[in-house]
């Protein structure tokens, strides 16, 4: 019994982590240049290899709050 019950909360653990995990590791990259206005998901986009400035990490929501928009390279 007390194993079952351990189980289950073990599965709610999981499962409510999980999804604030995710919220968590949703960063973009931005580049800081003065055009920019795209967001990448990926580091090495190709996007992202014509910035002169410098990458910045950001969340995605951050990123669409500076008036960024979803690189099209990307989909
Ligand atoms: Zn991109």
């Excluded at 073990?10 to 919220?23: E, H, V, Y």
């Amino acid at each position: 019994m007390k194993k079952s019950l351990f189980i289950k909360i073990l599965f709610l653990l999981i499962f409510t982590g999980g999804t604030s995990f995710n919220g968590l590791v949703n960063n973009v990259y931005i580049c800081k240049g003065k055009y920019s206005e795209k967001y990448h998901y990926i580091s090495n986009c190709r996007g992202l290899s014509n910035c002169k400035s410098s990458i910045k990490e950001v969340t995605q929501s951050e990123a669409e709050n500076y008036g960024r928009t979803l690189c099209g390279w990307e989909d």
